[in-house]
């Protein structure tokens, strides 16, 4: 970087900035202190600064400069910035030039005592400054006429001052003038601003003092050179030692003009008010129109004054007091600067005249919307491509790390990801490594993830520092971890994620996020899989994590059991959906997840929830073992309302709709369901009219507590609609019930439907929400010659709790539906209805078509499937009336039968079979007494299958299976018995009674992987006649279970043992 300095008497030369006071240079919020040496300047009024940094990315954000003269000086120069010097930022400029601020007075507590006076302006914040001012007015150029007429006004922390008017001879030319103004009690003065009329000549002013003698303070204000910009108003804050400077802004003003009947012009003016200081009220003087305030013009500003913070509110107004002289303002929109990161809109859309609306010509606006924009000028080329190649330098801390490890990055950009990229985990300690890597069309590069891989103890990676520069576009990106990558024997894979340093973006925070993972409490629902899980947001992912040491529970992924872990990443922004995987290989090695929450932190009170409620197992379903689940909703666990409440049934709505989805004259409807029963449908008229959310009140009535809503579109007809309501939100005005809809997705986005409506549960703490089902619909059209049919058909699935309500039969796309002898299949999305009962149909006006059945399914892989059979025809026939208005029929349910509970098997999936080697794992209880229980028998097995059952296999002898602990050996079965439906355990005859202790026994297929097991934690007793056969079942994933049947058979089996040694006049 280099720097030239600008005085009375010349300049300094251009001077590079060598050697800091800091070991290295430029680091964010650093102050570096460089000497210059040069001759005498005098009056500094500007600095040059740049560097020659080439690359977005390379440059540097300054936020001032101060310059003094010499260690002992007196006398600070402040001259602010706070712009990037960026060739990929604000302006793209690498130099800046910068004028003076202000001087700042640095104290010295001996001269003040000698002088008896302070010479810097200190004054207590609470301590009243008032009565009269001493105004000592100095000139640029004392020959030279400058503005006479202007207006001083001082802002104080207590009030603003009433306009102190100066008129000035223009005959009387001279050096500096003097005068004094009474400005009233404003406290600690923070500010003065000149106003003037006209900008025809030069302010030719050069500083302004500002002295209180009965105070003791005085205040200089430097005008130079700032003085010759030709703007109506200039701001001169004040500069306090100790404190940071303020900073001069250009707030960019546009003001849009909705109607106006007059052409005069109108005089205007507008007051800003932020957090730190209210601008005062400007006069807009000069617009980017030739002519100001034309009805539907859009009229751009200029105003300079000190930063005031975040807006909080604006006022405007004008001083025609006529009818009819007004204006109808629609909004205006500021921003902080050309490049500033945000706009605010303030809305008004009313007349400012005194016969229009309220009357009043002036209004008190509050910001409505805050936009974040871009920072950066458009480039006048054509852009460069961007290069997916980047330069990549590691700086390795000097702890030594471990070397038998594998090491990833990850790279996120606004485009995508990498995949996980592997890198050669170099460990010289201290030292420096460079790696060229692809990371392809991923956009702007805003994280990276390192990720480690190790199975030894205490494995470890320390990164000190990381460089990243494109080869082509020569953006440049400094990253400084705070933590290092550490595997553990428990945790053998570690993840640190780095947000990218740009000018442009604020850095994303890192998070902890605290994942609840509730395993199904079905039978075989646990597993003992490794479980992987990805948080997906707004600004990418966490990348697959290991799920290995849960919070909650010694074992993770239990049956009925509640898995707590953290996972560190950076932020991650809103939440949409979770990515779950594990590796259990092979039919009943699945695992069933019944939901997953996370919240951002151990105090979050807001849970998302993402349902799953489904297998991953080889052997039903999709056959996948990784799944996607999309975001329900979220709720507020420190808000619980009493249910039992009384209603009014009156509801406060906000609607968020996508702008661009929305038009006007679309016509939505909203139905509420309560547990009483339903409202009546409302339609809303001016929903996304607007880019504000709709806000209005709804009354249901008396339905009792809401339990879902549906949204539906009425103009079905349109084949290129794309479902725009982002969010509903209700809150019940007497009871304060608040409940929120998550509508900006399909919780089954692989649904091949146009969706016209969408429903979804209410969602309140401590309260499990309805699932959201999505119903399988087959429809099988007759083989009739006139069967194919053109208009639209609909169907109302009815259950034990309640309807889907009435739903459009239509696909996306150019597939032709309900043709002869064809099944036509279609999802619907609903709320949970219960065991369905009836189903209704309509079809529109048309020609007559001829319906078979209907098969309805909970959802594609459900184990049962429900039949509604007709085979008639719908609408006239042959010499009826074929173009029938409306036909309505209601169907109830024909039949209920088993259904297919998984996708046809792929070629690299063994399918299942019983036949072949079993490796057996056994526990037996630490009940059993091994040393009591010696004997000669033999365990058996016998497979029972829905095709037959197999002959006893032994598991060897007594004494070498029934062992304290885990004990597992192999056997080989030689014949298929089909659907494996229970396991008998029993022994060979013996001389002795043979007993096990039985804990838990599993059995897995060496070849296709099947598995199963069951926990027995009983005993099995053998008699010298008898084997005290044993029957378990065979529970496998989604397939409908007949619990108790095997207890009930050993029964009767101990029956029949105890009458062949009774009497037979006493059998039972």
């Known amino acids: 970087m280099y720097i030239t300095l600008y005085g009375a008497n010349g300049d300094s030369g251009q001077q590079w900035l060598k050697v800091s006071d800091n070991e290295e240079k430029f680091l964010r919020n650093q102050i570096d202190t460089f000497t210059i040496t040069c001759q005498p300047l005098e009056n500094l009024y500007k600095v040059v600064i740049g560097h020659n940094g080439i690359g977005h990315g390379a440059g540097v954000f300054i936020d001032k400069v101060i310059v003094s003269l010499g260690s002992f000086a007196l006398q600070e120069y402040i001259f602010p910035c706070g712009h990037w010097l960026d060739d990929g930022q604000e302006d793209r400029k690498t130099e800046r030039e910068l004028l003076l601020l202000g001087i700042c007075e640095i104290r010295d507590e001996e001269m003040e005592s000698e002088l008896e006076m302070p010479m810097s302006p200190v004054v207590d914040s609470d301590t009243q400054q008032a009565g009269e001012w001493m105004f000592t007015v100095k000139t640029l150029f004392p020959d030279k006429v400058g503005t006479r007429d202007f207006t001083i006004i001082a802002h104080g922390l207590s009030a603003v001052s009433t306009p102190v008017v100066i008129q000035l001879d223009p005959d009387d030319l001279g050096p500096e003038y003097e005068f004094k103004a009474d400005m009233g009690n404003l406290g600690d003065i923070q500010k003065i601003v000149l106003e003037r009329d006209s900008t025809d000549i030069d302010w030719n002013l050069h500083s302004i003092v500002m002295a209180d003698n009965g105070k003791r303070c005085e205040y200089k204000f430097i005008l130079y050179p700032r003085s010759d910009n030709g703007n109506h108003y200039l701001d001169l804050p004040v500069i306090r030692q100790l404190a940071d400077p303020p900073f001069l802004t250009t707030y960019i003003l546009e003001v849009n003009t909705l109607d106006r009947e007059c052409e005069d012009d109108l005089p205007m003016y507008i007051n800003l008010c932020g957090e730190v200081s209210e601008m005062g009220r400007r006069w807009l003087h000069r617009s980017d129109h030739e002519k100001k305030f034309i009805k539907g013009q859009v009229d751009r500003f200029e105003l300079e004054t000190v930063s005031l913070g975040p807006l909080r509110k604006c006022i405007v107004g004008h001083k025609n007091e006529n009818e009819g002289e007004g204006i109808q303002l629609g909004k205006i929109v500021l921003r902080e600067g050309p490049f500033g990161p945000y706009q605010v809109t303030f809305f008004c859309e009313q007349w400012l005249d005194i016969g229009r609306d309220d009357r009043l010509i002036e209004k008190e606006l509050k910001p409505t919307v805050e936009e974040m924009l871009t920072m950066v000028e458009p480039l006048v080329d054509e852009p460069k491509k961007v290069d997916g190649d980047w330069n990549i330098w590691l700086k390795l801390d000097e702890k030594q790390g471990c070397k038998d490890v594998r090491l990833f990055i990850t790279a996120y950009g606004a485009n995508g990801n990498t995949a996980d990229l592997p890198m050669n985990p170099l460990m010289l300690h201290g030292a420096t490594y460079q790696y060229l890597l692809s990371f392809g069309d991923i956009g702007d590069l805003f994280k990276l993830r390192f990720t480690l891989m190790s199975n030894n103890e205490d494995a470890a990676w320390f990164i000190n520092k990381i460089k990243l520069k494109n080869v082509t576009t020569q953006e440049e990106l400094l990253m400084y971890p705070v933590d290092s990558l550490k595997c553990t024997t428990l945790c053998p894979v570690s993840y640190l994620e780095m947000p990218s340093i740009k000018p442009d973006v604020i850095p994303l925070q890192a998070f902890e996020y605290i994942v609840q993972v509730f395993t199904g409490d079905i039978e075989s629902a646990g597993t003992s899989s490794n479980v992987w899980l990805m948080l997906h947001g707004e600004y990418g992912d966490t990348g697959m994590r290991l799920l290995k040491q849960s919070n909650t529970n010694i074992v993770p992924f239990r049956k009925g059991q509640v898995d707590e872990f953290f996972i560190n990443s950076l932020d991650l922004g809103k939440l ?460 496998w994933p989604g397939t409908i279970q007949h619990g108790g049947k095997s207890l009930h058979f050993t029964q009767i089996l101990l029956q029949i043992e105890r009458h062949s040694r009774t009497p037979v006049h006493q059998t039972s």
């Not at 042959?878 to 039968?897: F, K, N, P, S």
Request: glycine share 8%.
């Open 576 to 1035: 949409d959906h979770v990515t779950l995987k594990h590796d259990g290989k092979g039919r009943g090695a699945g695992w069933y997840i019944q939901k997953v929450v996370v919240k951002y932190a151990l105090n979050d009170t807001v849970e998302r929830i993402f349902p799953v409620y489904r297998w991953l197992d080889e052997g039903i379903s999709d056959r996948k073992l990784e799944i996607k689940c999309p975001l329900l909703g979220d709720v507020d666990t420190s808000e619980i309302v009493d249910a039992m409440a009384d209603s009014d049934g009156v509801w406060q709505c906000t609607i968020v709709t996508d702008p661009k989805g929305c038009h006007i004259g679309d016509r939505w409807n909203i139905e509420a369901y309560g547990e009483q029963e339903i409202s009546s449908v409302i339609t809303l008229d001016h929903l996304g009219e607007t880019d504000l959310p709709t806000q209005c009140q709804l009354t249901f009535g008396n339905i009792g507590r809401i339990y879902k809503i549906r949204m539906t579109y009425e103009n079905e007809d349109d084949m290129h609609f794309k479902w725009p309501i982002r969010n509903v939100k209700l809150q019940d005005v007497s009871t304060m019930d608040l409940l929120n809809f998550d509508f900006s997705h399909s919780l089954h986005p692989d649904n091949n439907n146009m969706e016209f409506c969408r429903e979804l549960p209410a969602i309140r703490a401590g309260e499990e929400p309805r699932r959201v089902m999505n119903y399988w619909v087959c429809v099988h059209t007759g083989n009739h010659q006139e069967t194919p049919v053109d208009p639209n058909v609909y169907v109302t699935l009815c259950g034990a709790h309640g309807d889907t309500g009435q739903r459009l039969l239509c696909r996306i796309g150019h597939h032709v539906i309900f043709q002869r002898n064809q099944m036509d299949i279609f999802a619907i999305e609903a709320v949970d209805i219960g065991e369905i009962e009836v189903l209704k149909i309509r079809k529109n006006p048309g020609g007559p078509w001829h319906l078979k059945e209907i098969i309805l399914k909970e959802d594609q892989y459900s184990p049962i499937e429900y039949l509604f059979h007709l085979d008639d025809w719908l609408g006239g026939h042959d010499g009826e009336d074929r173009w029938a208005e409306v036909v309505d029929v209601e169907l109830h349910r024909t039949a209920i039968r088993p259904g297919d509970i998984a996708t046809p098997a792929t070629d690299d999936l063994k399918l299942f079979s019983t036949e072949g080697e079993w490796e057996v794992s056994t526990v037996t209880s630490p009940e059993h007494n091994v040393v009591g229980n010696m004997t000669d028998a033999q365990v058996l097995l016998v497979f029972v299958g829905d095709k037959g059952e197999t002959a006893p296999i032994s598991l060897g002898l007594h004494q070498a299976v029934v062992q304290l602990g885990e004990s597992q050996s192999k056997i080989f079965v030689n014949k298929d018995v089909g659907e494996l439906q229970k396991l008998r355990i029993g022994f060979t005859e013996s001389s002795t009674s043979p007993c096990w202790c039985l804990q838990s026994i599993k059995l897995q297929h060496l070849e296709n992987k099947a598995q199963f097991a069951y926990t027995l934690n009983g005993w099995l007793k053998g008699y010298p006649r008898n084997p005290g056969w044993r029957e378990i079942p065979v529970y």
